[in-house]
């Protein structure tokens, strides 16, 4: 069940009837609850009269929509080419080591989810790992741990984007 | 305010000159995403902190990328009658160290990556000196930018604004240059002129195909419709490839510029810009812009007092790699999945929502202010006879210099990997360059000496694309290179024609077999026959393409894949199903680096003795080779 159908009610209706906002409503929904909950998508489809296989098929096209929840913090392993060959893969496992989780999963305590993700466009810095809003660049997997901390502790306000000193 | 004349327009560009070369003196920090990423909002924030604890008098701003990624967060300084100063690698530790040095008017030489005596507004064609008469005598000893090999070979079109002005300024977009094309157009020519002069110039576009921009935009314009848009493809989805994030995050006036003057040669009334979600930055610097022209009446209805109306819109994509194909583009922004379509019809005839759609790529876009603004003409003595102008290529992988290069079509790439891109780190040896993302190839050795041009790059098996360079050195593994493309593109397949999403699957599982240890003869050949199939009976691009990087692997690296297959053996060893670990007793100092980053504890040894890795226990995940100083695991 949905904490605040009021939320999604107000999320849909802000967008009015129009089909070609069904993508920008999945993401705002998507925003508010890290995923999107199967509740949403039905609401969706009562409120636009848009097929709800057309919600779904929508919402499970698209890498950037979780049909499943998703953690506190959202880690996201570029592997892109450039990020492939300096060692983008190496890194996505030792972060599964760390945390024991699968790419793809979410911790059990809801903290993080590890996700790669296909090129965030900062192919100088590779390898590079986003974790929400930040952006890690040169990370080794002797770096992993430090970087990690910072965010199991909660404390993001002292968090600095910049590569840990090896 | 409105701008409704070339008397506001100068009025304008006066505004932003100040700001560009203000009396006092003022540092700029590249706040892309990269430099972002390495630190310059820390040293952004400790600028403006130190600066107001010293008293000191300086402006802080931010700008875009310049390019020279590996040396990131870039700090600027122009100070008067100084040349303008760039410093690398700045931390926020250097601040105070730098802050001395503006007071007392020293340089600290050791950061400093170069100098610029003057600054070209390309899309005017004028110059401006940093200072008058003789130089400083501090700074005469610092390289010149345009002497350093990273920029020597480079002409800056489309990114000509990157690193020079704020983003968020449109005072400092006009007081170079920026829109004057646009005045020029809805004044003195006729849409058929524009067209005519895009024509002449010989763009084309730069999202990869090479379709010749002018011609897209006249079939365009004859489209018969009340209703006809214009979409700037800004999904960029290829990895390896950066250069619409950087031109968006760090010259967004120059793509809407472009997107204008396109709306009014084609008779378009509606734009929609299709970012891909995964650059919240430069979906955030082109909504400022797009307010930032509403208010000054360069959007929107009745725009420079010319009775022409056109809005933008962004449209946020959602994490699909097909989504930059075009009609998989147009189905996305309509809310549908991502699903490409058969062509004929063309979108410039029917297009979204079914009306004529004008689709180019950021980086076309760009250069059209400039081609309008020197003339077709101009932009045609630049390049090769078929490819005109310039490209933005990132060059990224096994290279000293990575950044975002723009450089004349045709020059080769041996001159962009050992020039511009200043050579393979480590004392590596060069073995293939990729271009093309996932719908191109890899280039060997034995043809550096190419120029590079959309229909050299044909000949030898692999294409432009969006202009991603991906160099690899002979520690990478083609076999596991051609294994990750299929890999991707099977990933991204939207899975409407079953030979792209079940011969990409099956080519991934080949590949697979034979970096595991498992291929076996044949299995060349079957992949051969599987990539023509695949090539010829799917829908859009990135089925027909997704054979590429499979075949030209093939073509210039067979005896990879036979290593593999015969040998069992991978001779970049990088398969790990193929490489054992172990220790060289000689070169090990016993430092216990290695044993304390092991995740399995294979390494055990004893401070200042040569330590032993037991090979049932390694897992093969490198953290000992990243830590080990001397070199002494050996992979093999």
């Known amino acids: 069940m949905i904490s605040n159908p009021g939320k999604i009610s107000s999320i849909i209706e802000s967008f009015g009837a129009a089909g070609g906002s069904l993508i920008s409503m999945l993401q705002e929904i998507q925003a508010e609850y890290h995923y999107l909950p199967r509740d949403a998508l039905v609401l969706i489809a009562e409120r636009t009269g848009l097929p709800l296989s057309q919600v779904f098929s929508t919402a499970t096209f698209y890498n950037a929509f979780s049909l499943t929840p998703r953690g506190k913090h959202l880690i996201s392993v570029c592997l892109g080419t450039a990020c492939h060959v300096r060692g983008g893969p190496k890194i996505t496992d030792k972060i599964g080591r760390e945390l024991n989780v699968e790419a793809g999963a979410t911790t059990d305590d809801l903290q993080f989810t590890l996700e790669t993700v296909r090129c965030v466009g900062c192919c100088a810095l590779a390898p590079v790992v986003r974790i929400d809003e930040d952006t890690h660049g040169h990370v080794t997997q002797k770096k992993v741990p430090a970087i990690l901390k910072k965010y199991a502790r909660g404390d993001k306000q002292d968090e600095d984007t910049k590569p840990q000193e090896s | ?636």
Request: glycine fraction near 12%; proline fraction near 5%.
């Open chain 2, 1 to 636: 305010m409105r701008i409704q004349s070339l008397k506001n327009l100068e009025g304008m560009k006066k505004k932003g000159l100040r700001s560009l070369y203000p009396d006092e003196t003022k540092v700029m920090v590249g706040m892309a995403t990269c430099g972002l990423a390495t630190g310059a909002k820390e040293v952004f924030e400790a600028l403006k902190k130190e600066a107001e604890k010293r008293k000191q008098k300086i402006l802080v701003t931010k700008t875009g990328c310049i390019g020279f990624c590996s040396r990131e967060p870039l700090v600027d300084v122009v100070q008067k009658e100084r040349p303008r100063i760039t410093y690398g690698e700045v931390d926020a530790k250097k601040v105070p160290g730098l802050l001395d040095d503006l007071s007392e008017g020293k340089v600290s030489k050791e950061w400093v990556v170069g100098k610029m005596t003057e600054d070209e507004c390309l899309a005017e064609g004028s110059k401006r000196r940093y200072f008058e008469g003789e130089e400083p005598e501090e700074t005469r000893e610092i390289p010149s930018y345009d002497e350093l090999s990273f920029y020597k070979k480079q002409k800056k079109i489309a990114t000509r604004n990157c690193g020079f002005i704020d983003p968020e300024s449109i005072e400092e977009y006009i007081a170079r240059g920026g829109y004057f094309s646009l005045h020029k157009v809805l004044t003195d020519m006729e849409p058929e002129q524009v067209i005519g002069d895009i024509k002449k110039s010989g763009l084309r576009g730069r999202g990869g195909a090479g379709f010749p921009t002018g011609l897209k935009w006249e079939i365009s314009r004859k489209s018969r419709s009340g209703t006809k848009y214009i979409v700037c493809n800004a999904d960029e989805g290829d990895p390896g490839a950066y250069m619409d994030r950087s031109i968006l995050e760090g010259d967004p006036h120059t793509v809407l510029e472009g997107m204008i003057i396109g709306a009014y040669a084609i008779g378009a009334s509606e734009g929609y810009i299709y970012c891909r979600t995964e650059y919240p930055l430069a979906i955030e610097e082109l909504s400022i812009a797009i307010k930032k022209a509403r208010e000054y009446g360069l959007l929107g209805k009745n725009i420079m007092g010319s009775g022409m109306d056109f809005d933008i819109k962004i449209s946020e994509g959602a994490g699909a790699f097909v989504c930059g194909e075009e009609t998989a583009l147009m189905a996305s922004i309509e809310g549908k999945t991502g699903e490409p379509r058969m062509r004929p019809p063309f979108p410039s005839e029917s297009g979204l929502w079914g009306k004529p759609t004008n689709i180019n790529n950021v980086e076309t876009w760009a250069n059209v202010p400039v081609i309008i603004g020197r003339g077709g003409d101009w932009y045609s003595k630049i390049g090769t006879k078929e490819s005109k102008g310039t490209k933005v290529f990132s060059i990224v992988g096994k290279i000293n210099n990575t950044g975002l290069v723009e450089v004349p079509m045709g020059i080769t790439l041996k001159e962009l990997v050992e020039d511009v891109g200043g050579g393979i780190p480590n004392n590596r040896e060069f073995k293939a360059v990729q271009t093309g993302g996932p719908s191109g190839g890899c280039i060997p050795k034995s043809l550096l000496q190419l120029p590079v041009d959309y229909e050299e790059l044909a000949k030898a098996g692999s294409i432009m694309g969006s202009g991603g360079l991906i160099v690899m050195d002979d520690e990478t593994c083609m076999v596991d290179v051609a294994k990750y493309f299929i890999g991707f593109l099977e990933d991204e397949s939207c899975g409407k024609c079953l030979s792209c999403r079940e011969g990409t699957e099956r080519m991934r599982e080949i590949l697979e077999d034979i970096t595991e240890g498992r291929g076996k003869e044949g299995d060349i050949e079957l992949l051969e026959s599987l990539a023509a199939v695949v090539k010829d009976v799917s829908l859009c691009g990135l089925g027909s393409t997704a054979p590429n990087p499979v075949l030209s692997t093939i073509q210039y690296f067979r005896d990879e894949y036979e290593a593999h297959i015969k040998e069992k053996r991978c001779p970049a060893r990088v398969c790990r199903a193929l490489v054992q670990y172990r220790i060289d007793p000689e070169a090990c100092t016993g430092c216990r680096a290695c044993l304390t980053v092991c995740p399995e504890g294979a390494i055990t040894g004893e401070r200042k003795k040569a330590h032993v890795l037991d090979r049932k226990k390694c897992i093969k995940c490198g953290a000992c080779v990243e830590v080990c100083k001397p070199d002494a695991i050996i992979v093999e």
